[in-house]
């Protein structure tokens, strides 16, 4: 388990340290910085114990029962309630970073459904100008070229190229 220094730093030196962390991972911009940066930076069982962390307060945010939270991540009920007291009472960054992450994690759910509905997306404005023009470009290509798309986009098949 982690262990701090039994000798406190004085309060001066203390918040310099946390503006020089925070201000550090700040600069951290791409995912593979980030995990070079961890993987240096914590041991293995300082990383599990963050993950889980916030692994717990993504899964309280969702509504699980601590005993799913504690059969799915192995952690105690103790674990849960701390990171439950921390979400609830404390500062608002918890909260922030945990609703940052549902957000995402419904913009991209939205989006697959989306994705996954009979049709696709309705085309974009403008979109007539990009199937003319690749209608046009198809239609000047040789023959072996054009295989299943000559047929799936001749003029008898849409109706807006008609005459």
Do not use: C
């Not at 969702?62 to 609830?88: E, Q």
């Not at 922030?96 to 939205?110: G, H, P, R, T, W």
């Not at 054009?146 to 109706?159: E, F, Y």
């Amino acid at each position: 388990m982690p262990q701090v220094s039994k000798y406190p730093v004085s309060k001066d030196v203390s918040d310099r340290m946390f503006e020089v962390f925070q201000v550090t991972i700040s600069f951290l911009k791409s995912k593979d910085d980030i995990e070079e940066f961890f993987d240096e930076f914590l041991s293995p069982i300082e990383k599990i114990m963050l993950v889980k962390r916030l692994s717990i307060a993504i899964l309280l945010a969702k509504g699980y029962s601590y005993p799913s939270i504690s059969n799915i991540l192995k952690v105690t009920p103790r674990t849960i309630a701390t990171v439950s007291l921390a979400l609830k009472y404390r500062g608002k960054g918890y909260q922030k970073a945990v609703e940052k992450i549902l957000s995402n994690e419904k913009m991209n759910a939205f989006w697959e459904k989306i994705e996954d509905l009979p049709g696709g997306l309705p085309p974009t404005k403008g979109s007539f100008i990009y199937f003319r023009d690749k209608y046009e470009r198809e239609k000047n290509l040789p023959a072996g070229r054009q295989g299943k798309r000559k047929a799936k986009h001749s003029k008898r098949n849409i109706g807006i190229f008609s005459r």
